[in-house]
């Protein structure tokens, strides 16, 4: 167990919607990472955020949006959902005090589905 | 453009080989290499990690090397087990800016330990 927690672990919808998915991070860690994993493809960097600012932003789409909250937990919010949107969408943290920046801690991801 | 490549989809070992995987980059700026493993249906879990000032760093039964001049890094198993089985990515990083830290990932490799 990474101590990042993420909900919900399944999510379906259909095209057009918007979906909100949720991260907390391991306790003492500042730092979340979004990522998303389509069929058969490594993980794509979306976005960070450094304790409640934004950070790095990678190939994330403009109708894709995150924040990171002062309690530090994160969402991710993906409107006009298209079906190729359907893959696992993972947050990881980093950023404990003392530990390596890099090194990120994953958890178990959101499995969401477009119909 | 793939900034991290790993070109073997597959791995097949015989329990109690060693097992080596294989990555190559291509961004000269990257400054920190890590290794994770995942199992299906769940997130990705931190191996192993080298920054660039190292060429070698062993842990228990894995060992990564860097080759800097190559842009090649890759992880021994040693000796491998049927646990070992998963899904292994390689990343890399380097700093943006200040507690900006990005990961690039490979497509991972799936590595089956027979017994």
């Known amino acids: 167990d990474s101590g990042v927690t993420q909900t919900p672990k399944h999510l379906i919808t259909a095209t057009g919607q918007r979906v909100t998915l949720r991260c907390s991070p391991r306790s003492g860690d500042l730092s979340v990472y979004w990522y998303q994993q389509s069929l058969d493809q490594g993980l794509q960097f979306l976005i960070q955020y450094y304790n409640g600012e934004e950070r790095a932003k990678g190939n994330i789409l403009e109708r894709f949006s995150a924040q990171q909250f002062p309690d530090l937990h994160s969402e991710l919010n993906l409107s006009s959902l298209e079906l190729g949107d359907s893959a696992l969408y993972f947050c990881?943290?980093?950023?404990?005090?003392?530990?390596?920046?890099?090194?990120?801690?994953f958890g178990p991801g959101t499995r969401l589905t477009v119909t | 453009d793939q900034q991290v490549k790993q070109n073997s989809p597959s791995l097949s070992v015989q329990e109690g080989r060693i097992s080596i995987l294989n990555c190559d980059y291509t961004?000269?700026?990257?400054?920190?290499f890590l290794w994770y493993k995942k199992y299906p249906a769940e997130g990705p879990t931190f191996l192993i990690s080298?920054?660039?000032?190292?060429d070698k760093n062993e842990d228990g039964r894995f060992t990564v090397f860097l080759n800097k001049s190559a842009k090649h890094l890759s992880l021994h198993i040693v000796p491998s087990q049927p646990g070992d089985s998963a899904v292994y990515f390689c990343?890399?990083?380097?700093?943006?800016?200040?507690?900006?830290?990005?990961?690039?990932f490979g497509s991972g490799t799936q590595l089956t330990v027979l017994p």
């Open positions: 990881a943290s980093s950023a404990r005090q003392n530990s390596p920046l890099y090194e990120q801690y």
């Open positions: 990343a890399a990083g380097y700093s943006i800016r200040g507690s900006a830290r990005q990961l690039t």
């Open positions: 961004n000269s700026m990257f400054d920190y």
């Open positions: 080298i920054s660039s000032i190292k």
